[in-house]
C-alpha cells in the first residue's frame, strides 16, 4: 500500500497538526517484579543501557529509562539532570518501573497482556540478521515463545523477558 | 546517580556485548478495538503517521506500523517492501494490531494494563511545551487520566486513548 493510500485510510488525518512537530514518542512503560533479573535480560541479552534512574520512597518504586544506543553517543555522563533531559527527548526508550519486593513475593507475577485480558502485545527489537541473533539467544538460555522454526512466519521469533514479556525479533530485509 | 553508578547496578552488564551493537527497539505493539478510532487519536492528536500496513487475512488481523516523524523523512512512498525494510530499522515505531470485528462487539475491550492484572503501563510523548500540549488536548476534547493539576507531580499529566491505553505527556526541561 503506497504512502498516499495509507494516508487516505478512514481516521488519518494526512498531515500532521502543526503544534504536533515536535513531540516525541519517548518511551514504553512495564512493570518488572525483579529488577535484578531484568536489567540482567535488557543489558546483557538485548544490548539496552540504564541511562536514568528516579526513586519515588514514598510510594515504594523506583523508574529506570534504558536505551539502546552506543554508550559513547550517551552525554552529561556525570550530570544526571542534563543527562535525563537528554533522555526525555530521545526515541526508543524503555522504562522499567520497580515497585519494592515484589521480587520477594513467590506468587507474585506480572500480566503480558498475551492472555485475557488482552491488551499490550509485545516490544520489538529488529536485529541484523534474524538467525544469528536467535543463535545467540538459544546459546544465552532465553526463553522463546515462538522460535523462528514455530508456526508459518518462520522470518520472526518471539522471546521472553523475565516477567513473561513478549520481544519479537527480526530483521528488516529478507531471510538469506 | 551518574551514568559510572548505574552501570554498577547489580545485574547490569555495563558494556553492551558486541553482537547487539546493531540491534533496535524498534517498535511497541498493542492491540485497539475501533481501528479508525485509533487512527484518529494517533494522527489528529499526536502527528504519528502510518507509514505500513499488513494484512493477515487468514487470521482475521491486520497490524499498521505508525512513525511519529516528518512526512518528509519518509522515503519510498510508492515502494511498500523499501518503506517497510525502512520502518523496521527505525526506534519509536507505534504498532496497532487490530482484530477484524472488534469494534462491533458492544462489550469487548482491551486491558490498559494499569488495573489487575497489572503489567505493561503506559507510552509516553514528550512535548516541547507541557502545558501547552494539554491545554490542546482539552480543546480537542481528549480523555485525561490525570491531568498536570491532579495528585502531586505537577509536571506529568496521562491521557487516555481511545482503547484507554495510557499516555503519558510530559516536557524534558524543568517547567516554565
Known sequence: MSLADLLNLPGVTARPAAETRDYVYNHTMIRVKDLQKSMDFYTRVLGFVPVHRSDFPDAEFTIYY??????????????????????????????????????????????????????????????????????????????????????????IAFIKDPDGYWIEILQPTPLA
Chains 1, 2 share one sequence.
Not at 94 to 119: I, M, V, W
Not at 146 to 155: A, N, W
Open 66 to 155: 534504558l536505551v539502546r544506543q552506543p554508550l559513547e553517543s550517551i552525554p552529561a555522563h556525570d550530570d544526571d539532570k542534563a543527562r535525563q533531559q537528554w533522555v526525555l527527548g530521545q526515541s526508543g526508550v524503555l522504562e522499567l518501573t520497580y515497585n519494592y519486593g515484589t521480587e520477594k513475593q513467590a506468587d507474585f507475577h506480572y500480566h503480558s497482556g498475551n492472555s485475557d485480558p488482552r491488551g499490550f502485545g509485545h516490544l520489538c527489537i529488529s536485529v541484523p540478521d534474524v538467525q544469528a541473533a536467535c543463535a545467540r539467544f538459544e546459546e544465552l538460555g532465553v526463553d522463546f515463545q515462538k522460535r523462528l522454526s514455530d508456526g508459518r512466519m518462520r522470518h
